[in-house]
């Protein structure tokens, strides 16, 4: 299928534990395609974090197989697929991530220069990405002179800064009170509906997941919901 990015066939995630061996995911099949706005949802311990880390391809399956774009990303190499990763997915967590020696423009520089970009584009770049996300009065501030909300929305900019096809958002509010959560949100919802970005989100709160269009509901390893949410909302309602 042309337009999907990321496609699980029966994958499976185990992890040992001792003498136990602990089923994480089991036998999911799932396709996430150009353009989709995706909450994965369900309880502590259903193996959100686990299904976001395949998604990412931060890690490869116990069982089953998962393609990026058409690759099959257990044939890769380490370095091929970093690369790959690094062109197509930009991640957003929940704790920022930030270098706190860092000004919020060095931090949305540095995948630019880890990419070897000019300097002189990368700079404009970085600017317009700090700008896209209402902080281009805030380009020289540290992590610790900036509020919870901006240095997540320093961490989003830092994700755009490839121009990946996908944003991966791990509890992207869940550091936030709930005011600053809805700037946080309004931002990738914009991305979605604006700039054609594929937004994967993992959330435990349902009422994030309202701004999704598609629901992917896990429990106990297992996905027991693939479906539209019929009940989308946007942050303007």
């Known amino acids: 299928m042309e337009n999907t990015l990321i496609a699980f066939q029966n994958v499976w995630k185990t992890y040992q534990m001792g003498e136990v061996q602990v089923n994480a995911l089991k036998n999911v099949s799932v396709k996430l395609g150009r353009g989709e706005f995706a909450a994965i949802i369900g309880p502590s311990g259903s193996g959100k974090s686990t299904m976001m880390n395949l998604v990412g391809c931060l890690d490869i399956p116990s069982k089953g197989k998962i393609f990026l774009k058409g690759r099959d990303i257990s044939l890769l190499q380490e370095s091929d697929l970093a690369a790959l990763r690094g062109r197509t997915i930009g991640f957003v967590f929940q704790q920022y991530n930030l270098i706190p020696g860092m000004t919020a423009l060095e931090n949305v520089l540095l995948p630019l220069e880890i990419q070897e970009m000019d300097d002189r584009i990368a700079e404009k770049k970085a600017k317009e990405l700090l700008n896209l996300v209402g902080l281009s009065d805030k380009m020289q501030n540290k992590p610790s002179q900036l509020s919870g909300g901006q240095q997540q929305r320093v961490s989003i900019a830092r994700a755009l800064a490839c121009d990946p096809e996908i944003i991966l958002a791990d509890?992207?509010?869940?550091?936030?009170?709930?005011?600053?959560?809805?700037?946080?949100?309004s931002i990738l919802y914009r991305l979605w509906k604006e700039k054609n970005k594929t937004v994967v989100m993992v959330t435990h709160d349902l009422h994030l997941a309202q701004y999704a269009r598609r629901h992917i509901q896990l429990k106990d390893g297992e996905m027991v919901r693939d479906s539209p949410n019929k009940e989308q909302i946007s942050p303007e309602t």
């Not at 509890?171 to 949100?185: F, K, N």
């Open 171 to 185: 509890e992207p509010t869940g550091a936030l009170d709930s005011i600053t959560g809805q700037e946080v949100i």
